[in-house]
Structures are given as C-alpha cells and as structure tokens.
T-cell receptor, first 114, second 113 residues
C-alpha cells in the first residue's frame, strides 16, 4: 500500500499567518507522530497520537502549536501566528504499534516563514 | 548531551571503505533504531536492535549494542556513493512513559566515488 503522505511539500508564509500541515498515515497504523527538524539538526518530538487515547503533547514548543487526528487516519498540525523560528521541516511518521516497532516517515513539509 | 548522540558528526570516506558511526544514550531502553535520511526529507528505517540483543546484521549493515556502556554502533561495509546520507540513531524511553523516539543529531556520511 501507499506510504505516509504529507501536504503541502513546501509552504512559504508570512510572519503572523496561520498554517495547517496535513499527514495521511499508513492505513491500519494506530500510532502517529509529528516531529520538527531544523536545518542540519536532529528531530524534535512534537506530539504523539495512539488510537483513542489522549495525545502526548509534551513536545509542543508553545501554545501556538496544536494538532488533531481523526480516529486512526488523517492528522493536521496547526501553527498559529507563525514566527521565523518556526521555519523547519515538519515530519510525520506512523507505526503499527505504539512502541517497539519502526516508524514510517512521510517526505515532510518544508515550512519557511518570511 | 542529549539522548541518542551520534559520533562523528560528519564522516567522509572513499567508495569501498567501511563506515562506522557511533551512538550514545543516557536512559534505559527497550530498543534502539537506526534511520537514514537523504536531502533533509523523510527518514527511512534501517534496523532495530532490542536491548537483549548484542549484534544484528542486515545486508551490508551491522549494528552492535552495548547496554552496559549505553552505546551502539552502525557499520556500513563496502560503502557506495549511494550510501551518502545522514544517519540517525533513535531510542525509546520506557522509564519515562514517552512513546515517541528520541533522535540524535545525526552523522553526515559522504562517500566519495
């Protein structure tokens, strides 16, 4: 089947605007993760969804960041009032189990805040 | 340093040589994974080693895990130009309750043809 898909692949926005990033996980994968990767750096965990459990939001850097997931399907990451430091690649991953299994990554959304 | 720190940060070798990357971590783990990333986009899972395993092979990849030293190594044998990428280790953290993986900052591997 298809892998994890993300849209848009690139997003350029002006400081102060809101953006919404989308992730379509692999069908049947119960766990979904959002990460942020700044240029030349590793991945920062943002938020984790597992089935109908309350999401783990401990990685969200500020209250401008929020995410939702509909059941075990699509997830959207919303960044309000974007700042230049929000510029990064936002990566989504899904896995069939909550832990102990590989994560399958989407191609990412490159966000540039001018 | 953070959980999952790779060493070296950058490595340049000739095609045909072996490449060794190391990863250190701080807390107890259930498993450690290695991922590869091309051009700053999506990561691809390479190999997973569990805490009760010491060595694992997959094709030209060999991973070792030393839980007493909280370290792992990734060996790529007979490297090819196509192996040029960034390589990340990632660990779980069962004692913290966090389900997401913690990634290191990566090793940038350049294989010269």
């Amino acid at each position: 089947g298809a892998g994890v898909s993300q849209s848009p692949s690139n997003k350029v926005t002006e400081k102060g605007k809101d953006v919404e990033l989308r992730c379509d996980p692999i069908s049947g994968h119960t766990a979904l993760y959002w990460y942020r990767q700044r240029l030349g750096q590793g991945l920062e965990f943002l938020i984790y969804f597992q089935g109908n459990s309350a999401p783990d939001k401990s990685g969200l850097p500020s209250d401008r960041f929020s995410a939702e997931r509909t059941g075990e399907s699509v997830s959207t990451l919303t960044i309000q009032r974007t700042q230049q430091e929000d510029s990064a690649v936002y990566l989504c991953a899904s896995s069939p189990q909550p832990s102990g299994s590989p994560q399958y990554f989407g191609p990412g959304t490159r966000l540039t805040v001018l | 340093s953070q959980q999952g720190e790779e060493d070296p940060q950058a490595l340049s070798i000739q095609e045909g040589e072996n490449a060794t990357m190391n990863c250190s971590y701080k807390t107890s783990i259930n498993n450690l994974q290695w991922y590869r990333q091309n051009s700053g986009r999506g990561l691809v899972h390479l190999i997973l080693i569990r805490s009760n395993e010491r060595e694992k092979h997959s094709g030209r990849l060999r991973v070792t895990l030393d839980t007493s030293k909280k370290s792992s190594s990734l060996l790529i044998t007979a490297s090819r130009a196509a192996d040029t990428a960034s390589y990340f280790c990632a660990t779980d953290a069962p004692d913290t309750g966090r389900r997401a993986l913690t990634f290191g900052s990566g090793t940038r591997l350049q294989v010269q043809p």
